[in-house]
Structure formats: C-alpha cells, structure tokens
C-alpha cells in the first residue's frame, strides 16, 4: 500500500507541470501570431478612442457605437502616433447650414489630425428610421463641413443599411439628403416690337428740260392768240 501511495505522488508533478508547459506554449504563439499579423489595430469603446501607438504607415479601424448611424472609421497614420487621441461626438447643428433631410450630425476631431491619412466611415443606418424621415436608401449621403462626399451604398440587411464615405480630413458630418439649391427664375426675352413702316407721302417731282420749258410758251401763246382775236373785230 505504501508503495502505490509512493507511485500517485511522482505522478503527480509531472502532470502539471506538462500542462502548464502547454498553456505557456499556446500563449506564446497566440501572442506571436497577434504581432506578426499585417492587420489593422483595432480600437473599440466609447466616442474618445486612445490610441497608445501606431508607426507610420500603420492602418487603424477604430469602432463606434455611441454615434447613432456611425459604425468604424478606417485610416492609416501618415506618421508615429504616441498616446493619440481621437473624438467622435454627435452634434445638434453644425457650423455650415444644412437644408434638407438629416439623419445625423457628429463630429470627429483629434490633436493629431495631421497624422491621420484620408478616413473611411462606414455608416449603419437603421431601415425604419429611413421611412420614417422619408429618406430613400439610394439618396443617403454624407457631408462634409457642407459640401458631398462620394458615398457607396454596401448592403441592406437585417432592418439595417450600410455604407461607406471617403473624407479627405476629420471636421463636421451630416448624414442625409441635402435640398436642391433653390433656382432664379429666368426672365423671358421680352418681345421686340416692330416698328410700322409710315406711309409714303409721294413727293412732287420738278418739271426739267423741256417739260419746264413748254408750260411758258403755252401761256404766251394762249394770250397773243387773244389779243391777235380782238386785234381783228375793231380793225
């Protein structure tokens, strides 16, 4: 018996200790696989993403989920970031007017915006919002400081409606359907009247040449001829 007792005691350690060993080389490779990877560094939480530190070049997803219609912002540091910060907040108004349909406002904003290179946003929008707005899927549209960015309708899928936006920079977003700038009316040409021709007034032509020169001969003639008649009763 004693023997035995002896025997599940060596045992014992050598168990453990192949174990443990295990669980050091499985943390290892998990770990050396994680700083192999060419993948981009996630960072998720709320609206103040931190970032410790990412070396140039380095692409970034950072999520979001407390921005209603804002998913993930993808960028790659143009330069070393150490302890960087990054904020995503909603906004009531922004600093440009914005006319038309919005389904959201925010903002991002960061001390070390010129690290950052141009920044992809994924939206997710909720379908039964949409309606409700009256905002046609195909319409959405994300701004930037007022002016449109290029925005790429992805997928429709479970009551949500994804997209993705290029901007070149970080600043103020509405997500929606600006109105049409409102047109001038064109005046029309207005007609020109023309102008009716005045009647003719013939004008009377002076008698040349012989014509003016036989009216007095004619008048002489018709006198003398007169004379000559009377000449002859009293001679």
């Not at 909720?126 to 905002?135: A, G, I, P, R, Y």
């Amino acid at each position: 018996m004693p023997s035995k007792k002896s025997g599940k005691e060596e045992c014992t350690p050598k168990s453990f200790w192949l174990i443990l060993g295990i669980l050091f080389l499985v943390s290892g490779a998990v770990v050396i696989m994680s700083l192999l990877s060419s993948g981009p560094a996630i960072v998720t939480g709320s609206a103040i993403q931190n970032i410790a530190y990412a070396k140039e070049g380095t692409p970034l997803s950072i999520g979001v989920n407390d921005v209603e219609g804002v998913s993930r912002l993808d960028f790659t540091a143009l330069a070393i970031i150490k302890e960087g910060k990054i904020i995503v907040e909603p906004l009531t108004l922004t600093r440009e007017p914005f006319t038309g349909i919005a389904y959201n406002r925010f903002q991002i904003t960061s001390p070390q915006a010129d690290a950052f290179g141009p920044l992809t946003i994924t939206l997710k929008l909720e379908e039964k919002k949409l309606q409700e707005l009256k905002l046609a899927a195909k319409d959405v549209t994300l701004y930037l400081d007022g002016e449109p960015l290029a925005t790429e309708l992805l997928k429709n899928d479970h009551g949500y409606v994804s997209y993705q936006a290029l901007a070149p920079t970080v600043g103020q977003f509405v997500i929606g359907k600006a109105a049409p700038a409102a047109e001038l009316p064109v005046e029309e040409p207005k007609a020109v009247e023309e102008a009716l021709p005045l009647p003719e007034v013939p004008v009377e032509q002076p008698l040349v040449g012989k014509s003016a020169e036989q009216l007095p001969e004619e008048k002489v003639g018709f006198f003398a001829r007169i004379w000559n008649f009377l000449k002859g009763l009293f001679s």
